[in-house]
C-alpha cells in the first residue's frame, strides 16, 4: 500500500522549483486524477511490457508478476451460452464479474460429453486472433478436443468466447483475470457526481511508488509546461524496471 498522503507531497516535491511558488498551484482534485491515469497506465506497462528496458510482458519474468499479483482474480465463475452453433462458439459475459475485469490471465470450462460430465477442459493461454479461427477450428493440431482437454478462446467487447469440435458441451467458464485497481482518492473536493472525495490509499506495492509518480510526475508538468520536469520523468520512466 501507499499513502495518497506520501503521493501527493512527493508530487508537489517533485514539481515545484526551489524556494518558488512556480507550478504549484494546481487543484488537488487535478492531482488525483493524474495520479490515478497513471496508475492505470503504469499497470498497462507491467502486462504488455511496452515503454519498459526488457520490452516484456507480465510472465516474462518474477517480478513483474509480483509487482502486480495483489489485482489477480482467481478463478470466477461465468454460465456460457451457445452464440453461433456453425462454429461451435459459447460465450460469457466478462460485465458480470465482480470486481470490475480488466485484462485477461487464464481460463478453463466445464463440459460433458456423452456419460463423461464436468470434465476439465483447460483453454490456450494466450487469446486466439479472430482471424485464426478458421485455421484453429479446421486443423487436427490446433482444434478443441475433449479427450485432449485442450480447447481455446478468443475475446470482443465484454465477452469471452470459447470453442468445442462439436461433440462436447461446455457449461462453465472459470476464468482468472487482472482486476481494475481501487481508486486513488483524497478528502477534500467534490467529485464529478457531486459525493464528497475520501481518503482512500493507493493498493500498488510500496515498492512500485517511484514509478507511479515518476508518470504521474510527468503527466502534470506537461499541463503546466514545466519542461524540466517532463525531462526529468521522462528519463526517469525509461529507466524504470
Known amino acids: 500500500m501507499i499513502p495518497v498522503d506520501s503521493l501527493l507531497y512527493k508530487i508537489d516535491q517533485k514539481l515545484n522549483k526551489l524556494s518558488t511558488n512556480e507550478h504549484q498551484q494546481i487543484p488537488l482534485e487535478d492531482k488525483i486524477l493524474a495520479l490515478n491515469e497513471a496508475q492505470i497506465k503504469l499497470i498497462k506497462q ?11 510482458g507480465l510472465d516474462a519474468f518474477k517480478k513483474r508478476y509480483e509487482d502486480l499479483q495483489k489485482l489477480v482474480v482467481n478463478y470466477k465463475d ?9 462454429l461451435n462458439q459459447y460465450a460469457a459475459d466478462l460485465s458480470l464479474l465482480t470486481p470490475k475485469y480488466m485484462f485477461y490471465v487464464d481460463s478453463y470450462v466445464i463440459a460433458t460429453k456423452g456419460l463423461c460430465v464436468d470434465r476439465q477442459i483447460w483453454i490456450n493461454k494466450d487469446l486466439s486472433k479472430h482471424g485464426d479461427l478458421s485455421l484453429l477450428l479446421n486443423n487436427d493440431n490446433y482444434k478443441p478436443s475433449f479427450e485432449y482437454q485442450e480447447t481455446f478462446n478468443s475475446l470482443s467487447s465484454n465477452e469471452m468466447s470459447i470453442y468445442t469440435d462439436g461433440t462436447f458441451t461446455p457449461s462453465k467458464l472459470w476464468v482468472s483475470y487482472m482486476r481494475y485497481p481501487v481508486y486513488i482518492d483524497k478528502v477534500g ?14 493498493e500498488l506495492e510500496e515498492y512500485l511508488e517511484d ?19 517532463v525531462q526529468m520523468a521522462a528519463y526517469r520512466i525509461q529507466t524504470n524496471e
Open 78 to 86: 461465468l454460465p456460457l451460452t451457445l452464440k453461433n452453433p456453425k
Open 46 to 56: 507491467k502486462v504488455d511490457g511496452q515503454s519498459t528496458v526488457s520490452g516484456l
Open 189 to 202: 473536493y467534490v467529485r464529478f457526481d457531486g459525493t464528497a472525495s475520501i481518503t482512500t490509499n493507493c
Open 211 to 229: 514509478e507511479l509518480l515518476d508518470l504521474t510526475v510527468q503527466n502534470l508538468a506537461m499541463y503546466t509546461e514545466n519542461q524540466s520536469a
